[in-house]
C-alpha cells in the first residue's frame, strides 16, 4: 500500500501564453483571482483554455481579461448561454490596480495574462507589466538562447 504523504499535487498549470514573453518584455509579475461562472471552471479542468491573446485592460477602477478563450463543454446545460470570449474581471486589491493603472498611463506598459493556473480549488492567472520589443531585440534573444544551449552542450561533452 503506497504512503499517502508522498505524491503530493503541485499546482496544476492550465495554460501559458508563449507568445506574450516573445513579442513582450515582461518585468513585474502579479497573481489575480479570477470571477468565473460554473461552465467556465469545468471547461478549465478539462484544459479547454486558450491564452494566447490574452490582455488587460483596467475600466471603472476593475481590471478586465479579454481575448482569453475558454471553450465551452458539449455538455454545457442548455439554460446558460456560454460566452467564449467574455471578459472576466480579475481579482486585485485597489491599490494593486491603482498601481498597475499608474503604470500603463504614464509609463505605456501592457498588461498581458501569462500564466493561467491552479493553486489549491481557486483558478489563478498570473499577469505581467510588458513592453514591446522591437524586432532586434527578438532575434538578440534568438542568438543569447542558442548560445546557451551551445554552451552547455559543450561543457556536458567536456565532462565526459
Known amino acids: 500500500m503506497a504512503k499517502k504523504g508522498k505524491n503530493k499535487v503541485s499546482p496544476g498549470n492550465i495554460a501559458q501564453n508563449r507568445k506574450a514573453r516573445h513579442e513582450y518584455s515582461i518585468s513585474e509579475k502579479t497573481e489575480a483571482g479570477l470571477e468565473l461562472q460554473g461552465w467556465e471552471v469545468k471547461a478549465m479542468r478539462v484544459g479547454k483554455v486558450n491564452l494566447s491573446d490574452a490582455y488587460c485592460i483596467i475600466q471603472n477602477n476593475e481590471l478586465l481579461l479579454l481575448g482569453c478563450h475558454i471553450t465551452p463543454l458539449n455538455t454545457a446545460s442548455t439554460h446558460v448561454h456560454c460566452d467564449p470570449e ?75
Open 86 to 160: 467574455r471578459p472576466r474581471k480579475l481579482l486585485l486589491k485597489r491599490r494593486e490596480i491603482d498601481k498597475l493603472k499608474g503604470l500603463v498611463e504614464r509609463q505605456g506598459f501592457t498588461i498581458l495574462g501569462l500564466n493561467l493556473y491552479w493553486k489549491g480549488p481557486w483558478a489563478k492567472l498570473e499577469i505581467g507589466l510588458g513592453k514591446g520589443k522591437r524586432e532586434h531585440d527578438k532575434r538578440e534573444d534568438g542568438k543569447q538562447r542558442d548560445w546557451e544551449r551551445e554552451k552547455s552542450r559543450t561543457m556536458k561533452d567536456s565532462l565526459r
